[in-house]
């Protein structure tokens, strides 16, 4: 079983950046695709961005495509969400998973759940 933490949430202005990050543990991770979420107050967990097990390939939600970049280190066992261009909008706890299989779109199982880290952007 994979335990993932995430870090580098902040408050940052309109326009700002922020890189957050996921630290995996467990013998399995290699093999697994990975994927951020978020969740604002009062909505939905919504899909963010994915990446297959040997970062290959990649899914982003139309609303952060062209801003958010995920990738990822195995030999550190680490994943990132470099995010560029916040908006207001873009305020809620992400949270990284990790798939079910090596390959995990927005639509795939994911097993592995973090605890999450906010993200708040001011406008």
């Known amino acids: 079983q994979v335990q993932l933490v995430e870090s580098g949430g902040g408050l940052v202005q309109a326009g700002g950046s922020l890189r957050l990050s996921c630290a995996a543990s467990?013998?399995?991770?290699?093999?697994?695709?990975m994927g951020w979420f978020r969740q604002a107050p009062g909505k939905d967990r919504e899909f963010v961005s994915s990446?297959?097990?040997?970062?290959?390939?990649?899914y982003y939600a139309d609303s952060v495509k062209g801003r958010f970049t995920i990738s990822r280190d195995n030999a550190k066992n680490a994943v990132y969400l470099q995010m560029n261009s916040l908006k207001p909008e873009d305020t809620a706890v992400y949270i990284c998973?990790?798939?079910?299989?090596?390959?995990?779109?927005?639509?795939?199982?994911?097993?592995?759940w973090g605890q999450g880290t906010q993200v708040t952007v001011s406008s």
């Open positions: 998973a990790g798939g079910a299989s090596g390959y995990s779109g927005p639509y795939s199982q994911y097993d592995f």
């Open positions: 990446i297959s097990w040997n970062g290959g390939s990649t």
């Open positions: 467990g013998r399995t991770f290699r093999s697994n695709a």
